[in-house]
């Protein structure tokens, strides 16, 4: 297989690291290797703290806020609960590593994101509950008809399916995503400043 020639132009860059640049990506991807411990359950909060504390003494500071960057790039609106902790728990763990830390001020926007989390699960169960209540109504004369008429139908599936298929659910869900998205996109950005 023949590469194209950008390709090769950019393999041939990948050899040109310089020896800072080999030592910063061993230095990240052993990060990687210890966060990825820590997602798994292999380490605690506790071990994770040690063991960043331990590297901060051999090379500074940065290694902690890379290792908080690291953390902070795995939130996501959706996650759920205990992955929320697990992350937030790190991060407020690693800064009290810090010289200099500032906690309460992250702590507050932990807070915050998880507040917008939990409004963000509420305002869709909700909606949706209502969407099934209208749909269920609709799909009850339907149901008896089909009865009359000696068929079978699966309400369950079909209220889900009806719900999923409007387009006033569909509106819904890409507003509601859309605001909420920007809001913890706002506050991914102050936790970046902060760290």
Request: aromatic content about 6%.
């Amino acid at each position: 297989m023949e590469l194209s020639p950008l390709a090769k132009e950019r393999l041939a860059k990948i050899g040109d690291l310089s020896s800072e640049e080999k030592e910063r990506m061993r230095q990240s991807e052993e990060l990687d290797s210890m966060l990825s411990e820590y997602f798994k359950g292999n380490l605690n909060s506790e071990d994770l703290w040690k063991k960043l504390k331990a590297l901060k003494e051999q090379r500074g500071e940065p290694v902690i806020k890379e290792a908080q960057a690291k953390l902070v790039d795995t939130l996501r609106l959706q996650m759920d609960q205990v992955g929320l902790a697990q992350r937030r728990n790190a991060i407020l763990a690693i800064e009290t590593i810090k010289d200099e830390g500032k906690y309460s001020s992250l702590e507050l926007i932990l807070d915050s994101i998880e507040t917008l989390r939990q409004k963000y699960t509420q305002v869709k169960k909700q909606t949706y509950e209502q969407f099934k209540v209208g749909i269920e109504r609709q799909l009850q004369a339907v149901t008896q008809e089909a009865i009359k008429r000696g068929m079978k139908i699966d309400v369950g599936s079909s209220v889900e399916a009806n719900i999923k298929a409007s387009p006033q659910w569909k509106s819904f869900i890409s507003e509601h995503d859309k605001a909420s998205e920007e809001t913890f996109n706002s506050y991914i950005a102050r936790l970046r400043e902060l760290i």
